[in-house]
């Protein structure tokens, strides 16, 4: 039996901004750190027709989880709750998977992470993704998840959406949140997808209650099937 354990996450349900010394702080800090982690689409044994997208802060061995990001073990391994539930979904319905993540590295710290996410939105940022799919042309159905950042989405989910065609497509949207529930993103992804068909029956789970969440993920993807 796996073994689940939500450390620490955080909640993105916030405003005000970092002060300008914080800025330059964080930016001579990130400018010298190489960028290694990138995404591609996994497919275990994928039906070539479904993808689940995701979007989930990474979370790497030396995370400090007790003032890090919201992250579950399992099994040993930490996981973003987005990524366990994207899991869940994709090994049900046989389905492709793709990390969405931005070609950055976002700090670990929560206060740092906050003010990024703060000010990626203020400015409207579209982050550069860290890769891309070749053949997203080949997907009929896409399960879309994300986490609630600054009440909306991770502004490299915009990059995503912005980046493809989605005309004649399916869009399943998924969301964990920390109180936020979708928080309009439904609504969100009808604008910003308006040649697809966006199934309004979105799953939205509250961080607290992931991790025994599994059959209320399965039971939702039944209804979402049908």
């Known amino acids: 039996m796996k073994k689940f354990l939500v450390m620490s996450p955080l909640l993105f349900l916030f405003a005000g901004c970092r002060s300008d010394e914080q800025v330059a702080r964080d930016n001579e800090a990130s400018s010298d750190i190489s960028i290694t982690t990138t995404s591609e689409v996994k497919n275990p044994d994928g039906d070539g027709k479904t993808l689940v997208a995701y979007f989930s802060h990474p979370?790497?061995?030396?995370?400090?989880?007790?003032?890090?990001?919201?992250?579950?073990?399992?099994?040993?391994?930490?996981?973003?709750?987005?990524?366990?539930?994207?899991?869940?979904?994709?090994?049900?319905?046989?389905?492709?998977?793709?990390?969405?993540?931005?070609?950055?590295?976002?700090?670990?710290?929560?206060?740092?992470?906050?003010?990024?996410?703060?000010d990626e939105k203020n400015e409207s940022q579209r982050p550069e993704l860290a890769s891309e799919i070749d053949n997203f042309d080949q997907y009929e159905t896409i399960y879309l998840g994300y986490p609630i950042w600054n009440g909306d989405f991770p502004m490299a989910f915009y990059t995503f959406l912005e980046s493809y065609d989605f005309a004649g497509k399916t869009v399943i949207p998924f969301n964990v949140h920390g109180g936020s529930g979708l928080a309009g993103t439904v609504e969100t992804v009808n604008a910003e997808l308006p040649d697809a068909t966006v199934v309004s029956n979105a799953l939205s789970i509250s961080r607290n209650n992931i991790a025994d969440s599994q059959q209320e993920v399965l039971d939702w993807v039944e209804e979402v099937r049908e």
């Open 59 to 118: 979370v790497g061995t030396e995370l400090d989880v007790t003032t890090g990001a919201s992250v579950m073990e399992v099994n040993g391994e930490y996981l973003g709750l987005v990524e366990q539930t994207a899991n869940w979904i994709a090994d049900d319905v046989k389905a492709d998977r793709f990390q969405i993540q931005a070609n950055k590295v976002y700090p670990d710290d929560v206060g740092a992470l906050i003010g990024e996410a703060i």
